[in-house]
């Protein structure tokens, strides 16, 4: 089955910034999307469309795709931050909709 | 606002049934896809099932396929899941969200926990 692979942690200091990669083999055929979820809440989409930032997102969230990774970028990173972040496709043919296992971003 | 609520969650034995449901609001319920979304304690999210607008397209996680079935009624916006022959391993909190270019809203979920 297709799997989307993210690294289990990141961390960085305030005011640095955060790289969370994921990689698939379908990526550059279909779209890309990041949620953020915090402890005990739903997840929230950060951005979707490998790129888009939903209205009310910080812009200090992008998204962006190179070959068969895409990779959220967080600058000027703050403790509000920390959280989980996964990202989410479709399977090569489309069908399937696929999460990837999930960051743990640490704000140190 | 688009609000989605879920319940119907709780405890069961193994090999029981649940039917889970979810309530939109503030959106055309009828145009969107429906998902299912699960997350096993300190786990991460697992997509479980979609459904297209109409309900003609349908698409399950092999984990499920044959014991959980996904339905909708537009007339009462709302979206369900029925879970048969339920394992340990179903236990999760389980979330309904909006399909559209990507699952931009979700409900606060419901909790299963399979065990005897």
């Known amino acids: 089955s297709y799997e989307l692979t993210q690294p289990p942690s990141v961390s960085v200091s305030p005011g640095q910034t955060a790289r969370i990669p994921c990689s698939g083999d379908a990526l550059p055929k279909h779209y890309a999307h990041w949620y953020q979820q915090k402890p005990g809440q739903a997840p929230v989409g950060v951005i979707y469309k490998y790129s888009e930032r939903p209205s009310g997102i910080p812009e200090r969230f992008s998204g962006s795709s190179s070959g068969t990774t895409v990779t959220l970028t967080i600058s000027g990173v703050q403790a509000e931050d920390e959280a989980d972040y996964y990202c989410q496709s479709v399977d090569s043919r489309g069908n399937y909709v696929v999460f990837g296992g999930g960051t743990k971003l640490t704000v140190l | 606002q688009v609000q989605l609520v879920e319940s119907g969650g709780g405890l069961v034995k193994p090999g029981g049934s649940l039917r889970l449901s979810c309530a939109a609001s503030?959106?055309?319920?009828?145009?969107?896809?429906m998902s299912w979304i699960r997350q096993a304690p300190g786990k991460g999210l697992e997509w479980i099932s979609y459904?297209?607008?109409?309900?003609?397209?349908?698409y399950y996680i092999d984990s499920v396929k044959g014991r959980f079935t996904i339905s909708r009624d537009n007339a009462k916006n709302s979206l369900y899941l029925q879970m048969n022959n339920l394992r340990a391993d179903d236990t999760a909190v389980y979330y309904c969200?909006?399909?559209?270019?990507?699952?931009?809203?979700w409900g606060q979920g419901t909790p299963v926990t399979v065990s005897s």
């Open positions: 503030g959106f055309t319920f009828g145009d969107y896809y």
């Open positions: 969200a909006r399909f559209g270019d990507y699952h931009d809203y």
């Open positions: 459904m297209n607008s109409s309900g003609g397209i349908i």
